[in-house]
């Protein structure tokens, strides 16, 4: 096919290989009109005059050619083109000879990979940027022909790796009334990255509803969102990743205003590191990380990029990060290597490692080779860096003379510039290098500072400086440079340039004296330039001799007479490829083989004559040949001499006859070479298209292990220097009948003899090598070898490279079921073995993707046939057609005419059968359901399609062939669904249905399924009943035989199904249309899940009902883990109703196959998203019950199953003297623990003691230096009691000194974790009983105090001690009381060191009786206090961590049970605590300055004593109040209020009912409490203690919620007050206040009374917060501490209102909270 530019000039270029002779080619071009429209190219052999290619940059009307009317057996072809990022829009009008299958007379458009036809529309947008349209015609009846109108748009099909694109018109406005569409597709496997160059999309409403672009994460229309999807305005948008290999863009505008639009680069992000990669203008940089930056890179990972742009431009390689670790800093076993070319053999620029940032590298070429190889296994994040078209630089061909300049100029360069070029003139010239302007800023003399100069070297990088240029004033250092040879090499790097130079412009040139070259021949001359003149250049010429094959180079010198100069080489260099040999003035030279290379350098003018030098064969060549035997012996030459010789070069070949499944075997056997590897033998592979690939160097130290060598050609060399010789070597060469080069797409690979025993020193290997940017499915399918890695194994390596990383090496059943996938399209397969056992080897399944034949069928009917019908069909064959049903469609096949394929049993020879697809969505893969296979003479029965796609798969052999078959398919509406997902779709959805549809969509399910339908779109003619057009959705089971089918509608218009509908077991959808109006109809998608059900693989459990339950539902899954595993569940949602006991809604796992409690390993219940737990089984079966209630619902659950190593389990070791011994579990018994282990112990040990972990071993994976968790990999966790959710007590993976570690109780839970990588010896660990340090752990409370003291009190408590109390009541209804009497223990952050943590404790059902129940946690609601969020808690109040001297407030609990816990650190010891716990009922004396009293829901009488101390007052405050009371005198049910200490004294306060009363404000510092209910009563009140009488100011203390109002209150406080009240909480929470009542007396009163709100912050500073005064409406407030302070200040004037009143609660502060910490209003507090 023709080739067309794109512009003006095309480069080629022709390369070969030197090791063949005779490529050739031949072109002719020509020069096309491109400007006036589309160009028309004709292809083919263009017999009719009909078939062109046109590219299209403008509207073309296209016809058959003599339209009107046509030729009869035409056949024309057009190939349309669209601009890059365009599509196709063509409109075709035909007359044409019309036939039912359009056999006749036809025109087919094809798309871009001609799949098939497409059905011609009048009007069609075709997606790509191809388009072929083909006419045919017969020998008979024509019509008028076709017109077809085409167009290009924007939108279309983008391939390739990496690519640009942009709106219309851009950079200037794009136009309006545009709807471009592309769909970007990459390689399978791939993913894409979007990077915006520039956006500036007109934004004309909130929601991108004028102009906009939407980018979609599939190819679908109805794919979701990229991102946010849809983007407008004037930032660059941030997309992520897209989640496959397509994505879609859509571009519209409106007509109300327009900007400069949009430009992107996409980058296809390949599994399959590597690749060739293309810059170009539009893409002029790419980034390149290693494989899973920036988390660490797979190990045993090599990944090879070569980066190619546009010619003479460079490559430059910037790199951004790099963290490439290796073991010994020697960049040898993980690196980046950087070469200046395409291949491993171009030169190198640079090799890095470590984290330290490379410079940037430069390219001289077009061209850049990049090698990332890794073969460590500690954590690197790899490296990310940037390959860019260079800004300057680049290679020029010198064939004439040409100017280059710096960049910019004459404009100042930018600072710091770096550029590189390469100036080659033709084979033999040289170059004259004159500088034209030079303004270059050098800091030193002579040009000496590296920055601000041009260096002119010879040849390369490395090459001999010719010059230096620069300027100095305005004097230039050198203005004419000469090379020697045909390529100069000039950088440029600039300096900061703060004096604006411009820089610099040069002429090249190429001399007219040519030297050097090829030559050829038995003999022949040549002498040095000028020669006998003398030469007056500096030269540096290069001959290459080649003589017949089998005889050797004689080098005779005739005449020679060179100057005597320092440095120089003595005239001559005798050059064998890769050896130098240093010669003097002898008279010649002798080459090993048939090629010698003659170079001489000159340094300038010389009027020495030079030389003449004669060449001759008549020598056979010393060693080396091609052998055409496949085995034999090759030996050093000069063996019956007693040794080799210096200086040889020798080259053996042997071609391999069956490169795809036959390898070499070289064996070494006798080796005496010069050590240090001066001398050597390279042995080689050379594939078919020549290229070299290196596999062993031999050197004198070699393990004389055999070599094994898969490639179409052996190749051995041997390469000596000019100093010691030996006697050589000896080694024999066979060809192994396996082995080889292999190509894919799929690839069976097995061991000689399979599945026989394999023979004894059998080496073979494949070398994997398949399609570019593909990756290879690697499994064993069978393995067995000997047991031994010294004897047989199987040795894979990652890539094509016999230095390529080492995936493993596999002996015994190591292979068993092992899979890999490669990181590149290359792997290495080795197998060796010895002469002892044999078994019977391995078989390997190798594939890459790839394509079915077959095509895609399209419309409402069809005929399809086999080939030739009714004729015979053809013998070994097989065709697949795929019929895509048309939405809401289904397909009813008849069979037609004959049916006639071979009778075979089961047909199992030739058959027809039907596959249908259980597709869910037309973007997902497909998974086709086999259906009737069918073949013999009888006519089948219609067939119907289930799903959206059926395929035909027609297979015949090479015995019988009939006539065969011939089908026609019809669609019609409704279906019946079977599978467990799908879509349901009205009639030609999303166009309009049609009218008087009859269409049922029955999805059968089974009766214990649940069925949901999602409707997605839903859109019908509407009236008030439905009476029209309607759907109705049925569940086809009865609840009970009473009741009648559950329905949901009729819907219709606007009245909508609701968007889920969730129903049980079958369910038909019932849609019913009249002959008037319609719309679009509905789509839905629905799935069928059991609850329950049978699980042997990994998974997900989730409730068929999502996102939420359903009342009365019971579900059982029956789990069955492989052998030596058992299931792991990990929650990932778990939201039920919740209950201490989980009594309604639970899910309940047990061991083994039952639901008997004692094999319960845990039930679950309430809200667990803060701590979703990870249930791991103790034998190899476990089931999972889900059961609700008839009640609340929640949102459900979600577990994802996977199986582990049985390991742990439960350690009892409750008897006197017992020890028992935990270890990581190894169960291949190789010293290390195994990957993935999730090990559970829960250890029980006698009642009064507790339990001791002792570490005997503990050798884990450790951190890196980078890790800030000092365990992040394998890791023993601890916990203080008997669950996961227990206290942590510490995670050890590595340690100086073992540790030992002990519980606060008998109970201990350990687990130990390991993850996938990096198995270490493990631990062991005893478990044993030790004496309780802190006594008796359970306690009980009594009328009279008790004291508890730390460890060791009054003396210092010792360290890293635990311990644990739980103090109870025998009374659930009691409280317990605790006051602190001392405190002193080490002070830390959050008490973060030593602490005393009391919390209530509530003794659940599920305690007492030792089930594992977990109810979650309650779900907390957070409420808006004032300008915060905040949580308040009703749960445990007095959870708090205690440390330091100061004293607490005495607690009181809300629960019969406190549980303490006293905890030490290694570190600082004090003297403790001592506290005094007693039962906390009303009944007794409080003498604190706060407190609270309460009485809920019982019956027994309270007397209680409130003491302050002399001079002291009592305030208090009723929080609630109810007595049930028919009295209205209060006399029996009724609280009294006494002043003094006994009911004597003189009444305060009467009351009973339901109103709270007022509060309480003493006048001494007594009362006494008389509470006698008879009936039902409960009471809460708060009391504080003053100095100041009327209930002027105290301190308070709230554990739950109280209230605190002004003195006097409801009524007027008395004048001239200065009260100061202060408030605290427990101090893990926030005090929160809301007013309830505040009146002042009027603005008036303002100046005279008033309340001053004050914060306390975390430092105790007060900070004022709010003045109140008048009859203002306060806000909520949420302090930012536990503490604040109120001053009540009234005025002599009785203007003081009714008061204030206050609600006191603790809260939590919301997340999100932020508190303003600022001190600028802070106070002092006095009265």
């Known amino acids: 096919m023709p080739i067309i530019s794109q512009g003006r000039t095309v480069a080629l270029q022709f390369r070969t290989m030197s090791y063949f002779k005779g490529s050739r080619f031949r072109l002719t ?95 069609s947008h075709h997606q790509e940027d191809f388009l072929e349209i083909r006419f045919i015609s017969d020998s008979i009846t024509s019509g008028r022909g076709f017109t077809a109108y085409l167009s290009s748009e924007c939108g279309g099909y983008v391939r390739g790796p990496e690519g640009v694109i942009a709106s219309p018109s851009y950079p200037n406005d794009y136009p309006g009334y545009q709807e471009c569409d592309w769909i970007i597709k990459v390689g399978l496997g791939r993913t894409i990255t979007i990077q915006f160059d520039d956006f500036r999309v007109t934004n004309t409403t909130p929601t991108c509803g004028g102009d906009y672009l939407l980018i979609r994460n599939g190819e679908s229309l109805s794919s979701p969102y990229l991102g946010s999807g849809r983007f407008c305005g004037m930032g660059i948008p941030q997309v992520p990743e897209s989640s496959s290999n397509i994505l879609r863009l859509q571009f519209v505008s409106d007509g109300t205003g327009n900007d400069k639009g949009f430009k992107l680069r996409y980058y296809e992000n390949s599994a399959a590191c590597g690749g060739l990669h293309r810059l170009t203008s539009d893409v002029p940089k790419l980034q390149l990380t290693s494989p899973n930056y920036p988390n660490p890179p797979n190990p045993h990972t090599e990944c090879i990029w070569t980066i190619m742009s546009p010619d003479e431009k460079p490559v430059s390689l910037h790199f951004e990060n790099i963290d490439i670790l290796t073991y010994d800093e020697s960049c040898t076993d993980a690196f980046v290597e950087i070469r200046d070319g395409g291949t491993m053999l171009s030169p190198l620029l640079s090799k890095v490692c470590g984290r330290s940032l490379p410079s940037t590298q430069h390219s001289t070429d077009n061209a850049m080779f990049i090698h990332y190889y890794n073969n460590v296994t500690m954590p690197h994040s790899g490296f990310k860096a940037e390959a860019a078209i260079d800004t300057c630089g680049g290679t020029y061909n010198a064939e004439d003379s040409g100017i280059i300049a710096s960049p910019d100029y004459p404009s100042p360069y930018t600072a710091d510039v770096n550029c590189t070029w390469k100036i080659i003139a033709p084979f033999g010239h040289y170059l004259r290098i004159s500088f034209l302007d030079v303004d270059i800023d050098n800091a030193g003399d002579n040009c000496s500072m590296p920055d601000g100069r041009v260096v002119v070297r010879e040849k390369n990088s490395t090459g001999e400086v010719l010059g230096l240029i620069c300027s100095t004033g305005d004097d230039v250092m050198t203005s004419v440079v000469e090379t020697g040879s045909n390529v100069a090499y000039i950088t440029f790097r600039g300096s900061h340039n703060p004096g604006r130079h411009t820089g610099f412009r040069f002429m090249y040139n190429k001399s007219i004296e040519v030297c050097g070259g090829d030559l050829t021949g038995w003999t022949g001359e040549f002498t040095s330039p000028g020669y006998p003149h003398g030469f007056s250049h500096r030269r540096l010429c290069t001959w290459k001799i080649t003589v017949p094959e089998g005889r050797r180079v004689k080098l005779q010198l005739l005449d ?55 060449w001759s064969s008549d020598d056979p060549q010393e060693c080396g040949g091609t052998l055409m035997d496949t085995s034999g012996r090759i030996s050093s030459p000069g063996g019956h001499m007693g040794g080799y010789n210096h200086s040889l070069y020798c080259i053996w070949t042997v071609p391999n006859p069956f490169p795809s499944n036959a390898s070499f075997v070289v064996h070494v056997t006798d080796l005496h070479i010069e050590g240090h590897c001066f001398d050597y033998i390279m042995i080689e592979g050379v594939t078919a298209n020549g290229e070299v690939i290196g596999i062993q160097s031999v050197c004198s130290d070699y393990n004389m292990a055999p070599i094994v060598v898969p490639y179409p050609t052996l190749r051995i060399s041997f390469i000596t220097d000019s100093s010691v010789n030996l006697t050589g070597w000896n080694l024999t060469y066979s060809l192994s009948s396996c082995g080889g080069m292999v190509h894919g797409p799929q690839n069976t690979l097995q061991s000689p003899n399979y599945p026989s025993n394999y023979p004894d020193d059998t080496h073979c290997a494949w070398i994997l090598q398949y399609e570019e940017g593909s990756q290879i499915d690697f499994s064993f399918v069978d393995f067995l070898l000997e047991n031994s890695l010294d004897h047989d194994y199987v040795l894979l390596q990652n890539g094509k490279s016999f230095n390529s990383p080492l995936i493993g090496r596999y002996t015994g059943t190591q292979g068993a079921n092992t899979n890999i996938r490669t990181m590149t399209n290359a792997l290495i397969v080795q197998f060796h073995t010895d002469s002892s056992i044999n078994q019977r080897g391995f078989r390997v399944q190798a594939s890459t993707h790839s394509r079915g034949c077959g095509g895609i069928i399209l419309g409402m009917a069809r005929n399809i046939s086999s080939r030739g019908f009714p004729d015979d069909y053809d013998a070994n064959t097989e065709c697949v057609w795929e019929v895509h049903v048309m939405v809401g469609y ?23 059968q039907f596959f249908h697809s259980g597709q869910a969505h037309t973007d997902e893969a497909l998974a086709w359901i086999p259906d009737q296979k069918l073949c013999g003479k009888q ?3 219609p067939v119907i399609s289930r799903g959206i796609k059926v395929k035909l798969l027609f297979h015949t052999n090479e015995a019988i062939q009939g006539h065969g078959f011939k089908v026609s398919y019809v669609l019609q509406c409704g279906n019946n669904y079977t599978s467990d997902f799908g879509n349901i ?93 319609t719309g679009s109809g509905f789509f839905a998608n629905y799935t069928v899940e059991a609850c329950g059900g049978n699980l042997t693989e990994p998974g997900v459990i989730e409730l068929p009902t999502r996102p939420y339950y359903h009342n009365s539902m019971y579900c059982i899954w029956d789990i069955t883990a492989p052998d030596n595993k058992v299931p792991h569940l990990k929650f990932n949602m778990l939201v039920l109703e919740s209950h201490t006991q989980c009594r309604y809604d639970s899910i309940s796992i047990y061991d083994g196959l039952t639901s008997d409690d004692s094999k319960l390993v845990s039930r679950l219940c309430g809200n667990h998203t803060n701590d979703l737990p990870i249930i791991v089984g103790r034998e190899k079966q476990a089931r999972v019950i889900f059961r609700t209630d008839g009640s609340v619902t929640r949102d459900g659950f979600r577990a994802v199953l996977e199986f582990t190593y049985a390991c742990g389990g439960n350690v009892n070791i409750s008897r006197s003297g017992a020890m028992e011994t935990i270890r990581s579990l190894d169960i291949n018994n190789d010293g290390n623990y195994e990957p993935l282990l999730n090990c559970h112990w829960v250890i029980e040990g006698l009642e009064d003691q507790v339990v001791t972990l002792n570490f005997t071993r503990l050798v884990l994976e450790p951190p890196t230096l980078n890790d800030t968790n000092p365990c992040p990999y394998d890791f023993v966790e601890v916990r203080d009691g008997p669950s996961p959710d227990s206290e942590r007590i510490g995670i050890y993976c590595n340690a100086t000194s073992l540790p030992s570690v002990s519980a606060s109780s008998n109970v201990m839970f350990i687990r130990f974790r390991s993850d996938s990588a990096n198995q270490f010896a493990g631990f062991t660990a005893t478990v044993s009983n030790t004496p309780h340090p802190c006594g008796t752990s359970s306690l009980q409370a009594t009328n009279e105090s008790q004291a508890l003291e730390s460890p060791g009190y009054p003396n210092q408590y010792p360290v890293s001690t635990r311990c644990r109390w739980i103090i109870q009541s025998p009374n659930e209804n009691d409280k317990i009381h605790i006051e602190i009497n001392d405190m002193n223990l080490e002070p830390s952050p959050l008490c973060g060191r030593d602490q005393l943590y009391i919390s209530e404790y509530v003794r659940t059902e599920a305690s007492s009786s030792s089930l594992p129940i977990s109810s979650g946690q309650h779900r907390r609601y957070p409420l808006r206090i004032g300008q915060h969020m905040a949580y308040f808690s009703y749960g445990n109040q007095l959870a708090h961590g205690y440390c330091g001297t100061s004293i607490p407030h005495h607690l009181t609990s809300a629960t019969n049970a406190v549980e303490l816990r006293f905890i030490s650190d290694e570190r600082t010891v004090a003297s403790g605590f001592r506290l005094h716990y007693s039962i906390g009922n009303c009944n007794r004396t409080f003498n604190g300055s706060s407190g609270s009293i309460q009485n809920s829901g019982s019956r027994s009488s309270c007397f209680s004593t409130i003491a302050a101390p002399e001079g002291s007052f009592i305030n208090i405050y009723f929080n609630n109040f109810y007595i049930r009371n028919g009295d209205s005198e209060c006399g029996t049910n009724a609280m009294k209020i006494y002043a003094g200490t006994e009911a004597t004294g003189e009444p305060v306060m009467i009351a009973c009912g339901w109103r709270r009363p007022n509060p309480v404000f003493s006048t001494g510092n007594a009362l006494f409490i008389s509470y006698t209910p008879r009936q039902y009563g409960r009471f809460s009140l708060t009391y504080s203690t003053s100095t100041q009488a009327g209930g002027c100011g105290g301190s308070l203390y709230v554990d739950r919620r109280a209230t605190l109002t002004s003195p006097g209150y409801p009524g007027p406080a008395a004048t001239g007050l200065d009260c100061m009240f202060t408030i605290a909480v427990t101090p893990s929470k926030h005090v929160a206040l809301r007013f309830q009542d505040t009146d002042f007396g009027g603005p008036d009163s303002c100046n005279s009374t008033f309340l001053e709100v004050y914060d306390i912050n975390p430092s105790g500073q007060s900070v004022l917060f709010n003045t109140i005064c008048g009859m203002e409406n306060v806000a909520p407030h949420l302090a930012p501490s536990y503490r604040m302070a109120l001053r009540y200040v009234t005025g002599g004037n009785n203007q003081t209102g009714q008061g204030w009143s206050v609600t006191i609660r603790p809260a939590i502060p919301h997340e999100s909270t932020v508190f303003d910490q600022s001190t600028t209003r802070e106070q002092e507090i006095t009265n």
């Open 560 to 614: 020679i007479d060179l100057p005597h100069e320092p440095f120089d080489y003595r005239g001559f260099v005798y050059h064998q490829c890769s050896g130098y040999l240093m010669a003097s003035l002898q008279q010649s030279f002798n080459s090993s083989m048939n090629i010698m290379t003659v170079v001489f350098i000159s340094r300038g003018h010389s009027a020495s004559r030079g030389f003449r030098a004669r």
């Open 890 to 912: 289904h397909i009813v096949f008849t069979f037609l005419e004959r049916f006639d394929i071979e009778t075979s049993t089961n047909c199992n020879n030739d058959y027809l």
């Open 985 to 1077: 779709a009205s009639p030609a959805y999303p166009n309009s249905y049609p009218h008087d549809a009859v269409c049922d969509y029955r999805i059968i399910a089974p009766s214990d399924s649940y069925v949901r339908i999602l409707f997605t779109s839903f859109e019908l003619e509407g009236s008030s009943s439905c009476h029209y057009d309607w759907v109705i959705v049925t569940e086809e089971q009865r609840r009970n035989r009473w009741s009648r089918p559950r329905t949901w509608g009729k819907y219709c218009g606007r009245d909508q199904p609701p968007p889920l509908v969730t129903a049980r077991g079958s369910v038909t959808i019932s849609f019913r249309s009249d002959h008037s109006i």
């Open 939 to 941: 006519m089948p029965s």
């Open 29 to 123: 071009y020509e020069a096309v009109d491109y400007s006036g429209g589309p160009s028309m190219t004709p292809i083919g052999n263009n017999a009719n005059n009909c078939s062109f290619e046109i590219n299209l940059n403008s509207s073309y009307r296209l016809r058959n050619p003599g339209f009107p009317g046509y030729a009869n057996n035409l056949d024309c072809t057009w190939i349309i083109r669209a601009q890059p990022h365009e599509r196709i829009r063509v409109s075709v009008y035909y007359d044409l000879e019309e036939s039912y299958s359009c056999q006749y007379d036809r025109i087919v458009l094809y798309d871009d990979f001609a799949v098939g036809t497409r059905q011609v529309k009048e009007d």
